[in-house]
Nanobody, 115 residues
Framework: QVQLVESGGGLVQPGGSLRLSCAAS????????VAWYRQAPGKQRELVAS???????NYADSLKGRFTISRDNAKNMVNLQMDTLKPEDTAVYYC?????????WGQGTQVTVAS
């Protein structure tokens, strides 16, 4: 059973930075596409960024240049560096791992951008 645990969320002022981490266990992590999604109150869950097993990354167009996803297969971890944060980035951020038609989700971590 694959388990994903997010960490690193919190309260940050506009213009600040946060680094989210997703720690995986219970599967062959290096084979998974890992993605970060977010869901703001009253809105649908949306893709933030993803990283393929070989390291190819994909970003939501609106977030390119501010967010950076990276993976460390040796540590079974994927990070999301978020810079120049805006109030509209406030959401619960979820980590998802996908392989062989299966998808696994973490519990989410709250990110609040406010002064």
């Amino acid at each position: 059973q694959v388990q994903l645990v997010e960490s690193g969320g919190g309260l940050v002022q506009p213009g600040g930075s946060l680094r989210l981490s997703c720690a995986a266990s219970g599967g062959i992590f290096s084979r998974y596409v890992v993605a970060w999604y977010r869901q703001a109150p009253g809105k649908q869950r949306e893709l933030v960024a993803s990283v393929a097993p070989g390291g190819i990354t994909n970003y939501a167009d609106s977030l390119k240049g501010r967010f950076t996803i990276s993976r460390d297969n040796a540590k079974n971890m994927v990070n999301l560096q978020m810079d120049t944060l805006k109030p509209e980035d406030t959401a619960v951020y979820y980590c998802a791992g996908m392989a062989s038609g299966m998808a696994y989700w973490g519990q989410g971590t709250q990110v609040t951008v406010a002064s």
